[in-house]
């Protein structure tokens, strides 16, 4: 049976990962901070299946435990402040969370069991002010947040231990990649959950952003697959993970509300004040590389995504209507 040891297993990602590799007969480890009361709404149905280790990011001592006590075959770091606007009030923790806990995680795993094959959770916001299209494992960064600075930040230092200590440590530079369980925060959860609160009368519009800025979506049910397939090859390597698809903030509002029966047009309404200081106006991803090298391949299209995602919200905010009358 093989280990796995997953950081921010509570999260978007890290609970699509968790089922996913249990399924596949992995024990899996999941790294809880010790101060925090941790929520476990995304992986309430696998909990008890998760074995769980106390630790913090920013605090090596604690991470070092945890893989001395979990052995993992594989460690997946996907913990992060990932909230792109956040960096900018936020700056000084987003480098502690985003990109300094990725040197302490790596330290970890040097210092306790070297063989271990490591997965770094990249961005596609590290491209920022993109010098091509679509962008490639090739394309130079350009960062324009401070997220998208630690991002980077946490992808050298990986790339710095595999070729200083010849560990099988990899980076996935994955695009927006959405679902029910992204947080509320998110432009995509943002959206369906405002589209569902506005069908059943519980809202009466949208306050939005930028709605021109171009995005490359999909599914992270998906991208939790190429994940793990980068750590079941021979030899470790970066792989941009994208849908090769890009839709507009205008698009997705489109999608969203006509699927209710909505106009967008009647709800939604420009507020200067969700507009970022300085714009990602465009992310596009070639994923060739992961598909030729991974056989890694999409299940589930932009459409298709978005309508999962107002149906979820519409049952979740039809139960919480439901139990609040009981």
Known sequence: ???????????????????????????????????????YENVQHIKDRIEWLSGDLTDLASL???????????????AAQSYVAASWPQPLATGQMTALSVTNMLEAVRIMKPDTKFYQ???????????????????????RSPYGVAKLYGHWITVNYRESFNMF????????????????????????????RIKLGLQNELRMGNLDSLRDWGFAGDYVKAMWLMLQQEEPDDFV?????????????????SYVGLNYEDYVVIDQAFVRPAEVDLL??????????LGWEL?????????????????????EKKSSFI
Do not use: W
């Open 299 to 319: 299940e589930v299209g932009f459409k298709e995504l978005i309508h999962m995602m107002v149906d979820a919200d519409l049952k979740r905010i039809l139960a």
């Open 1 to 39: 049976m093989k280990t796995a040891l997953i950081t921010g297993v509570t999260g978007q990602d890290g609970s699509y990962l968790a089922e996913f590799l249990l399924d596949k007969g992995y024990k899996v480890y999941g790294l809880r901070r010790r101060t925090s009361t941790p929520n």
């Open 169 to 196: 440590a990899c980076s996935g530079i994955l695009f927006n990649h959405e679902s029910p369980r992204r947080g509320i925060e998110f432009v995509t959860r943002k959206v369906t959950d405002a589209v569902a």
């Open 121 to 143: 959770a990249s961005s596609s916001e590290m491209f920022g002010k993109v010098v091509e299209t679509p962008q490639k494992e090739t394309t130079p960064f350009y960062p």
């Open 284 to 293: 596009l991803g070639d994923c060739t590389k992961a598909k030729e090298k």
């Open 241 to 257: 993970i994208s849908t090769g698809e890009m839709h507009t903030v205008k698009e997705l509002l489109e999608v969203a509300f």
């Open 64 to 78: 070092i435990e945890a893989v001395r006590t979990s052995q993992p075959d594989e460690v997946y770091n996907l």
